[in-house]
């Protein structure tokens, strides 16, 4: 299941939410660079034990959400 997620890009922010749970995980403020891409200035997560175990270690945290967007791209450049 950890590979359904609904990711929302709504101006400069980027919503992702588990599909399953219909939570939404995190939030990332980004920054448009000239070339069409975006730098993430600021990710939010959501810190709600009775929905989501947070870890520790913000490292840990930014891996995961790396891990999000590397699914979207590889169903992105699949499609």
Same mark, same amino acid.
């Given at each position: 299941?950890?590979d ?8 400069? %922010?980027?919503?992702?939410w588990?599909?399953? %749970? ?10 448009p660079?000239?070339?069409?891409? #975006?730098?993430c200035?600021?990710?939010?997560v ?10 520790p ?21 699949? #499609?």
């Amino acid at each position: 299941m950890d590979d359904r997620w609904v990711i929302w890009l709504e101006g400069d %922010t980027l919503r992702c939410w588990r599909s399953w %749970t219909r939570t939404c995980l995190y939030e990332a403020l980004l920054s448009p660079l000239p070339d069409g891409g #975006a730098t993430c200035a600021v990710l939010h997560v959501l810190d709600d034990p009775e929905h989501y175990h947070r870890s520790p270690q913000d490292e840990i945290e930014l891996d995961r959400f790396d891990g999000v967007l590397a699914l979207l791209l590889r169903e992105t450049r699949a #499609a």
